[in-house]
């Protein structure tokens, strides 16, 4: 996809504030510092328009951003943030829950995981979760420039193995700083929200008319 146009919208605090416009609406879930607005900032070819949080952890609003007029990108509060007492982080949990099982333009979930660690409990816990709901999810492995290529594979296997990812299913490897993984990555986004797919029926109808009319003068 090209970007030719990308805006921050709102800063949601509930769903009434969630934007109208039914375009599909692609989430970012992942710890705080696993490099979200990194990975959106690389995505859209743009420096700042995502920010990290000055008090990660502090803020918990869904962050949207609008591609073009395609999609939207939601950047989920980050997980697993312990100077927040429980109590909060319950609240949290049920907004971010609700959202994601009751979101009707939500079309996937890029659940963010760091390639120089294992996976976390939360990282876990996440992935089951969504799992287990149905939610459509991808795991992008990101940080890759932080380690040595030579040791991508074997961390890669330890995501896998950790998350307990089904067979065939893979985490894509993704560096912001490399732009490594950034076209594979747009390509599962396209396929996720049927990019490309209206143009594509309109061709077809235009090629079944023009054959429809064919057959009509040949019958004449």
């Not at 959202?99 to 409990?121: F, G, W």
């Amino acid at each position: 996809m090209k970007v030719n146009q990308a805006e921050f919208i709102i800063s949601a605090v509930g769903p009434s504030q969630y934007p109208e416009d039914a375009l599909p609406e692609i989430a970012l879930a992942g710890r705080s510092n696993v490099g979200k607005s990194s990975l959106i900032n690389c995505l859209i070819s743009r420096k700042n328009l995502a920010r990290t949080s000055s008090q990660p952890g502090k803020t918990q609003t869904l962050n949207y951003y609008k591609v073009n007029e395609d999609l939207y990108f939601v950047d989920l509060p980050g997980y697993g943030y312990a100077k927040v007492s429980k109590t909060k982080r319950e609240e949290w949990g049920k907004f971010i829950e609700g959202y994601l099982l009751h979101r009707e333009p939500l079309c996937l979930v890029m659940q963010l995981v760091d390639l120089r660690h294992p996976p976390t409990k939360d990282d876990v816990a996440m992935y089951d979760w969504l799992r287990h709901m149905r939610v459509p999810v991808q795991v992008v492995a990101t940080k890759a420039d932080k380690i040595p290529k030579s040791k991508w594979q074997k961390h890669l296997k330890v995501v896998r193995e950790t998350l307990d990812m089904p067979k065939g299913v893979q985490p894509l490897l993704f560096s912001s700083e490399l732009k490594l993984g950034k076209d594979e990555l747009w390509s599962i986004l396209e396929q996720a929200i049927g990019y490309g797919a209206s143009e594509e029926s309109a061709e077809t109808a235009v090629e079944t008319e023009g054959s429809i009319t064919e057959a009509d003068s040949s019958a004449d």
